[in-house]
């Protein structure tokens, strides 16, 4: 889309070149700075409707909001930088949208791996909740380390079947996920 409209500033450039020429300013500047602000203003659009889309995936989801937002604004980044659009656009934007996916990345890793490191994080425990010992165990003792295990495997578990279900296109996005 945002390709789209920079391509049509040329069909566009006769009207703006006309009512700048009026007002008596540089026509090339005044060009740049409206085809900057137009590509802002659907730059920011389309981030707003893709947060809102994001957010049908609803608070159980939060993995695949997160995986949705990725794919989409590394798309658009991807289509952006290094071409007229990133100038186009400004620096501002593609900042903006880099740290976008930093932030979702963020999000992507607390929802997907949060409740595995749960089982991992012992420093939150009761002091008593492990024993000191390490030989002859008692039922009661091993109980709660076969209780960690259990649960890191079973959500670990979970979490793999469901990464297996995502589908995420660039090469490049997936290998910065694992």
């Not at 540089?26 to 740049?32: A, N, S, W």
């Not at 990133?86 to 999000?107: M, P, R, Y």
């Not at 492990?130 to 091993?142: Q, R, S, Y």
Request: net charge positive; proline share 2%; charged share 30%.
């Amino acid at each position: 889309a945002l390709q789209s409209v920079y391509d049509a500033q040329k069909s566009l450039s006769p009207m703006v070149k006309i009512l700048i020429n009026e007002s008596g300013q540089d026509t090339d500047l005044l060009q740049r700075q409206q085809i900057e602000k137009t590509l802002v203003a659907i730059v920011s659009a389309l981030r707003h409707n893709l947060k809102h889309k994001s957010a049908q995936y609803g608070n159980n989801k939060r993995t695949l909001e997160a995986i949705f937002m990725l794919n989409n604004v590394h798309y658009i980044v991807k289509k952006i930088a290094d071409t007229d659009l990133a100038i186009a656009c400004g620096q501002d934007v593609i900042k903006s949208l880099t740290n976008d996916l930093a932030k979702w990345k963020s999000n992507y890793e607390k929802a997907t791996w949060d409740k595995v490191r749960e089982y991992i994080d012992i420093s939150k425990l009761r002091d008593d909740y492990f024993t000191d010992k390490t030989a002859n165990l008692t039922t009661k003792d091993k109980k709660p380390i076969k209780s960690r295990y259990s649960g890191f495997n079973k959500e670990f578990g979970e979490q793999l079947e469901t990464q297996k279900l995502f589908n995420v296109p660039d090469v490049n996005l997936r290998t910065e996920l694992i």
